[in-house]
């Protein structure tokens, strides 16, 4: 899952690895939509919500979770909703609508 590069561009690796899929599950699960709006008020209370400070957040978080030996499984854990949420707050601040790394 973390293969060479994630960290260069860590809010489109997420998306790409992650948010997709989630993302559009959250069309039709109710309980989804509202585990990943608690962990994104979370966020936002936690971090200012702009693409360099929610970019190293992930960073973080993800190398927490390649250290634990964490992979996307086929359950909403906690990383995976938290990670569903940093892709929703990415796409609805629009902070991957351009062709810089994020």
């Known amino acids: 899952m973390f293969e060479d590069g994630w ?7 997420v998306m790409d690895t992650v948010g997709h899929t989630h993302l559009d599950r959250m069309a039709v699960e109710p309980g989804l939509v509202a585990a990943v709006d608690q962990h994104a008020a979370a966020l936002r ?3 200012p919500l702009d693409r360099e ?3 190293d957040y ?3 978080f993800a190398d927490e979770l390649r250290h634990l030996g964490w ?3 086929g359950e909403d854990d906690l990383a995976t909703v938290r990670l569903t949420a940093i892709c929703w ?3 609805e601040l629009g902070l991957l609508t351009d062709e810089s790394p994020a």
């Open 53 to 55: 400070t929610l970019g």
């Open 7 to 13: 960290a260069a561009a860590p809010l489109r690796w």
């Open 45 to 47: 209370d936690a971090i």
């Open 71 to 73: 992979t996307p499984g």
């Open 89 to 91: 707050l990415a796409r």
């Open 58 to 60: 992930l960073l973080g």
